[in-house]
């Protein structure tokens, strides 16, 4: 690597991130002669499959579906053991993907990234690490996740707890044994359902301390059926190809026609039972054309699984505590689970509703509830998310033009231009940042589509012996008005939600992810590109 005169290290791209979007960014940039390099927190590839290492962590999307397309020989040579991969599968994926594309050689584990500045006068990036290096590049791409900024509630008392408290999403490698244990999980999202059953298996006692109610599917996950792989494999250059028309970038989920209000209440169960025995939140959601925009419509599909619960928990207060009532099915992430609700019909396994009594403090002991009831424990799971879309990025002390930092640019809410820039940072890309359909999608097809509209952009600057690319505030300004103007129009902003921001006291309520479609984003991208680069401004 080449240094400058103060001995700072020069490249044409740096790379915060060696998640699936910094893996493929490598690979992208390398193909196009660029020297780039990915500097990683963690000490290998992966990302949130390197972090999230609970037990029971799964995808939501289907193995054969959630893989890179960038190679057919890779698409081909790769076997799924299961119908949805879970972490450790999905992780060895990525590992290979590194390995067999060569990508280690140009990643720095172990490092985080502190502060990224841009300096005007060079229309350079200057970016510091924790271990006191300086790296320079004209570009910087934030592959930094969406997901990647766990955070533990602020509870009185935390510091003083005798026993070991865990977060889902910084999970020891070496594993957690709960065996014997009186054990607390605070948190019911994704992480808290999926963990649930397998720390139930281990523990003498588990208490779920749940604030919201949440829907969960079944996953119905099993053994790959070889047929099935060997079909799916054969049609994966028309179901890679199709992705794109889809809204949520997965094909060979036919769209629906009717409307969940035209047809009888009898049609209408027997179709949502269809669904529930096939499993996955893509083929539910798909059933009628307006569960994510009539609340009438999804009240159907609400009530549905609500009696689902009711069928499966034996309480009757417990059942209906664990029936979701706050928010339409859907406007939350949907979770797939295994044998979640059954849980709950386990002797030593207790859902404690603090929404009802909350949380008063964490005692040496445990916990205890504002009713005065005390709940020992001698390990708590913190499954209560993170500090999403916008987290990671914040943390990295940011500066664009005029010293101005995404901290302070973002302090109302995220604004960006295709989730892809932001006006007052030039040549920052980030990889589905807020307002990109990135999180309400097939998380690797839309980071490879980032990646290949950014690798697109940084080529056409750079042959126009330009130096560099901004969106203007009008075509930012413009799309964050029409993401909003999206989001109203469906009943997505009636759930207190991570994409709401509302899961973090304090933080902006804006809805942030793009829920116009896959479909739709790609065209726009498209037209941007075609109107040669609309929206955007360069110079040299
Ligand atoms: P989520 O989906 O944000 O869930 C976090 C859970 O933790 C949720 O039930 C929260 O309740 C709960 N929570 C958060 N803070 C608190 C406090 N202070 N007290 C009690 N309960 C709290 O995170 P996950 O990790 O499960 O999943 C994230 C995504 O990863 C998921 O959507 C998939 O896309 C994969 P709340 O609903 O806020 O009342």
């Not at 549905?304 to 009532?325: G, Q, W």
Request: glycine fraction near 8%; charged fraction near 25%.
């Amino acid at each position: 690597m080449s240094r400058d005169v103060s001995g700072a290290e020069n490249l044409d791209v740096v790379i915060i991130g060696a998640g699936v979007a910094g893996l493929y960014a490598i690979h992208k940039l390398r193909q196009n002669g660029l020297k780039v390099r990915a500097y990683e927190q963690g000490s290998d590839v992966g990302g949130t499959w390197y972090w999230n290492r609970y037990p029971g962590c799964r995808c939501d999307v289907e193995s054969l579906e959630y893989s890179f397309s960038f190679s057919p020989e890779l698409d081909q040579e790769w076997s799924w053991p299961e119908r949805y991969g879970n972490q450790g599968e999905i992780l060895k994926y990525v590992q290979h993907v590194a390995d067999r594309f060569d990508l280690r050689r140009d990643i720095q584990f172990d490092t985080r990234i502190t502060s990224a500045t841009f300096d005007e006068a060079t229309n350079r990036w200057t970016v510091t690490t924790d271990n006191g290096q300086t790296i320079t590049a004209p570009y910087c791409i934030m592959a930094t996740g969406n997901l990647s900024t766990p955070r533990k509630p602020d509870i009185k008392g935390i510091d003083s707890f005798r026993g070991k408290w865990y977060h889902t999403g910084l999970w020891p490698h070496e594993g957690v044994d709960f065996t014997g244990l009186r054990v607390g999980v605070i948190g019911t999202g994704s992480s808290g359902v999926q963990s649930i059953p397998h720390i139930a298996k281990q523990a003498r006692q588990l208490f779920v301390f749940q604030r919201t109610a949440n829907f969960s599917l079944p996953a119905q996950n099993g053994p790959l059926d070889p047929v099935k792989e060997a079909r799916h494999k054969a049609e994966y250059p028309e179901r890679r190809a199709g992705a794109v028309n889809t809204p949520f970038a997965i094909a060979g989920y036919p769209p629906p026609t009717k409307s969940a209000l035209e047809v009888s209440a009898e049609e209408r169960n027997a179709t949502y039972e269809r669904k529930w025995q096939e499993g996955g939140s893509i083929s539910f959601l798909y059933a009628y054309t307006d569960l994510l925009t009539s609340k009438e419509a999804n009240d159907t599909a609400s009530e549905f699984v609500r009696n689902k619960i009711r069928s499966i928990v034996k309480d009757a207060e417990t059942a209906e505590a664990l029936c979701p009532n706050d928010h339409p099915m859907g406007t939350k992430r949907l979770i797939l689970d295994t044998g979640y609700y059954e849980t709950y019909n386990l002797p030593h396994v207790k859902l404690v509703n603090i929404r009802k009594n909350p949380i008063a403090e964490i005692t040496e002991w445990g916990i205890r509830t504002a009713d005065g009831q005390s709940f020992e424990l001698d390990a708590i799971v913190f499954a209560t998310g993170f500090d999403a879309m916008t987290g990671a990025m914040k943390e990295i002390e940011i500066k664009g033009r005029g010293g101005v930092t995404i901290g302070d640019k973002w302090k109302d809410g995220p604004q960006t231009y295709l989730g892809v820039m932001v006006a007052g940072f030039p040549n920052m890309f980030m990889v589905t940042g807020p307002q990109s359909p990135g999180v309400k999608s097939q998380m690797i097809f839309s980071c490879q589509q980032h990646v290949d509209f950014i690798a697109d952009a940084i080529r056409h600057v750079r042959d126009r012996q330009m130096r560099r690319i901004e969106p203007s505030r009008m075509a930012e300004m413009s799309w964050v008005q029409h993401n909003n103007e999206v989001a109203n129009s469906t009943l997505y902003p009636l759930a207190n939600s991570w994409y709401m921001g509302a899961n973090i006291p304090g933080k902006p309520r804006i809805f942030m992810p793009y829920v116009g479609g896959v479909n739709n984003y790609v065209k726009k991208c498209e037209e941007v590109v075609a109107n040669g680069y609309e929206g955007f401004e360069m110079s040299a």
